[in-house]
């Protein structure tokens, strides 16, 4: 029985670590399976282009991503996590530079789109542009998305 006790107290943490307060928001790492998802449930989707070995990456991650009040606001959204400088969609949304996050329609265009610059913003202010975007959405009628070389919306911002 001695034995066992350290065991159970690992699987008691894990427990407790893989749970969580249950406001940890989900991101998706594949934009098509997304874009499809987003579609299927008709909701939005926030893509966010990282560079993982950021500190603002992990600041963004840990100050701002994972506070109650923006997992809330995330909670509605399909999350999509990519890195910025691989892949098709950094140029399908012309992205230049990490730390961006673009909010789209269900189908993938564009409405808005927010900079994070060092620091990191506040939660609150992360909320208030994500409000703001999803006003956005319901107010702006959708454009009909150009097909790129990947099958998916050509969001070029003017």
């Known amino acids: 029985m001695r034995n066992r006790l350290p065991r159970l107290r690992w ?20 934009y098509q399976d997304a874009l499809n998802q987003a579609k299927a449930q008709n ?18 991650v840990i100050k701002v991503f ?9 909670s509605g959204t399909v999350n999509v996590e990519l890195l910025y400088n691989w892949g098709p969609e950094p140029r399908q949304f012309n992205v230049q530079k990490s730390q961006l ?12 789109r927010f900079n994070v610059n060092n620091p990191v913003p ?32 050509s969001t070029t911002r003017p």
């Open 11 to 30: 699987i008691a943490c894990a427990l407790v670590l893989s749970t969580g307060s249950g406001c940890a928001v989900h991101w998706n790492l594949n």
């Open 43 to 60: 909701r939005p989707m926030l893509l966010y282009f990282k560079d993982w070995s950021s500190p603002n990456h992990r600041n963004l």
């Open 66 to 74: 994972e506070h109650p009040a923006v997992a809330a606001e995330l």
């Open 101 to 112: 996050c673009v909010f789209c329609r269900p189908d993938g265009t564009e409405v808005d």
């Open 122 to 153: 506040s939660p609150e202010e992360f909320v208030s542009w994500l409000k703001r975007a999803k006003e956005k959405l319901k107010s702006a009628p959708a454009v009909s998305p150009a097909p790129t070389a990947t099958g998916g919306p």
